[in-house]
């Protein structure tokens, strides 16, 4: 008798422990930034559903992603550390990172005795671990949900995917005459129709957001239910995807608290919250609502429940996307946004062979050759301002640079010392190419996480020193480039040898001293070497030292495709050691083949030189 009520009050302590903490319904969906929404104040926008929540709920208007594309944003999610502080900020990468060390949000919510569940998407860009093993369930069963309360159930809607922006878009419901056009498009009838067509897609995905509340609502465990609605990144017309304007990572996010938990939330229904929202402090505060651990090498912070934190900027971030390489950051206050491009010389506009299948990508690249656009949107097929400054409360496209305007500049000193620290402290792991990142963390058999956090073998400050020195782009630092190319470590070397190319562009460089360079242990800078001589007329150096580089399967003939491509000219001096390359760096060095034209699989692409 004594056993049976001692369990009875066991089993009444679990349930009451499992009523008094809420469920999480985590409604995702994919590529769209806040003007696909109407309740962020796009009239054209059908999407009822998530307006109605928002009049339900807390409307977040300065939310952001800390990545532009899915894969590394959703690395960053899942850890709740972020990916270019582990090595998995580069696209379709799948790199390692210490599992033992780095725990999945879903494994700490077991371990506070939620039911965790992923229906859809997972895409986390790590090796080591399947995305599946941190899930209970991968599927949607009501019926188990309300068994195994608390859950926490995260439901993705793929309807608002790049991928749906493709194929006709002719025959769309939505009226091309009433889209909001991006001051950078150009207005013309095929982008108005991809518009349109997109317009579509969000409305399919608003449905299914309502559908999902709806399920919830029937199942009957809407009182016990906080839902999140948000999307991955932005997007998904080119310039938004993939780019850390706006368009690329400012997100909507909307948050439902019911009245049992009405402790929680951060006013009244139907309040506009204005704080800034990094997707790196969803992790920290989910786990923080449903009581769970927050470990201290999560690197966002709580911004909702009764222990909240406020955050004073938001970072950014762009890595390699595809068989394009880049090296972008961004930081942003409430109203400005500070990027900081690291490969200036590569165009904004490189063709991908993802984003080249929307049709309106391809009809603003033809307006374009034809001669048709003007400084605003005509500016995304041209290389990039060394540094960038963007009044977001006043220009939301982010068209109108003001890094030079006198009027800015204590903003950009407190905005360039605010990125470099946030830099240094989270490990910034892209300071080194991805090349030369992979082959150092290999060669010293650990992950990239443990890597960077080595000061003996990741010399965050000193890079950083020559790679903000680099983007000055000041002859007067030739001298400290010409000395600091004799470093003992790649890195350095390499910010080096950046500082010297972009020189190079309009001044003079002494050939002799990067001559030696031409067969520097590094092979990032020995591409760059290359390309200095290139520029100052020696073509055949450059084309010699870029052909072995190719044939002999460098670990950097990813860029040295890059270059190739970046610089203009004939692809025919290359052709031989295109086609002989075989280093793979996850099927990129492929697709930059077929886009040159020299594979000889069956997919083949297209380039204007052959």
């Known amino acids: 008798m004594l056993l049976r009520l001692f369990l009875l009050m066991c089993i009444s302590c679990l ?56 894969a590394p944003s959703r690395s960053t999610w899942i850890t709740g550390v972020h990916a270019l502080s582990m090595g998995t900020h580069s696209m379709r990468s799948r790199y390692e990172i210490p599992h033992q060390t ?17 229906d859809g998407k997972t895409d986390y860009n790590i090796g080591g671990r399947d995305d599946n093993a941190c899930w209970d369930t991968r599927k949607t069963d009501w019926k188990i949900l309300k068994q195994k309360q608390p859950f926490f159930m995260v439901i993705n809607s793929a309807k608002s995917h790049e991928s749906r922006a493709f194929g006709d878009v002719t025959k769309s419901k939505h009226n091309p005459d009433n889209v909001r056009l991006a001051k950078y498009h150009p207005d013309i009838k095929v982008i108005r129709q991809n518009y349109a067509h997109y317009h579509d897609q969000i409305a399919k995905m608003d449905a299914d957001i309502g559908a999902a509340l709806k399920a919830l609502e029937a199942s009957g465990m809407a009182e016990n239910t906080i839902v999140i609605y948000n999307s991955d990144h932005g997007g998904v017309l080119a310039r938004s995807k993939r780019f850390l304007y706006n368009s690329g990572t400012h997100c909507p996010l909307v948050i439902r608290i019911p009245e049992k938990f009405k402790h929680l939330r951060p006013g009244v229904p139907g309040t506009k919250v204005k704080k800034i929202v990094s997707f790196i402090d969803m992790t920290k505060t989910w786990l923080s609502l449903c009581g769970a651990e927050t470990p201290k090498y999560l690197q966002g912070m709580v911004f909702l429940g009764k222990v909240q934190e406020e955050r004073e900027y938001h970072v950014s971030f762009r890595g390699r996307m595809g068989e394009r390489c880049d090296n972008v950051r961004a930081i942003r206050n409430k109203n400005f946004l500070y990027i900081r491009n690291y490969m200036p010389y590569a165009p904004s506009g490189q063709r991908l062979t993802y984003l080249w299948k929307m049709p309106a990508t391809l009809a603003w690249e033809k307006h374009h050759k034809e001669g048709k656009t003007d400084a605003v949107t005509g500016r995304f097929f041209k290389t990039k301002s060394m540094e960038e400054l963007y009044d977001t409360s006043k220009d939301p496209d982010n068209v109108v640079n003001l890094i030079k305007n006198p009027e800015y500049k204590a903003l950009v000193a407190e905005l360039r010392q605010a990125m470099s620290d946030w830099q240094s402290k989270n490990f910034d792991a892209a300071l080194l190419p991805e090349s030369e990142m992979v082959k150092r963390a290999a060669d010293n058999k650990m992950t990239i996480y443990e890597m960077v956090r080595n000061p003996e073998l990741y010399k965050i400050d000193s890079y950083l020193a020559t790679a903000n020195m680099a983007i000055e782009n000041n002859p007067s630092n030739l001298p400290n480039f010409y000395e600091e190319l004799k470093h003992s470590d790649n890195g350095v070397r390499y910010w080096a040898m950046v500082g010297c190319l972009l020189i190079a562009e309009h001044s003079s460089v002494d050939l002799k001293v990067i001559k030696k360079y031409l067969v520097d242990e590094c092979h990032e800078v020995r591409a760059l070497a290359a390309w200095i001589f290139y520029k100052k007329g020696d073509k055949p150096t450059a084309q010699a030292c870029w052909n072995d580089m190719l044939s002999k399967n460098s670990h950097a003939s990813l860029k040295v495709l890059n270059i190739i491509d970046w610089i203009g000219d004939s692809t025919k001096p290359y052709a031989t050691a295109i086609k002989a390359c075989q280093f793979k760096h996850g099927g990129n060095v492929n697709r930059m083949k077929d886009y040159f034209g020299y594979s000889n699989r069956k997919s083949k692409g297209t380039k204007k030189k052959p």
């Open 15 to 70: 349930y009451a422990s499992a009523q008094d903490r809420p469920n999480i319904l985590w409604l995702t969906c994919e590529d769209n930034n806040i003007k696909w929404i109407g309740c962020y104040g796009n009239p054209h926008a059908k999407t009822p559903h998530i307006d109605k929540l928002a009049t339900e709920g807390f409307q977040y208007i300065n939310c952001y992603a800390n990545a532009p594309v899915c």
């Open 102 to 118: 780095i725990k999945y949000y879903p494994d700490l919510l077991k371990k506070a005795g939620y039911y965790v569940g992923n």
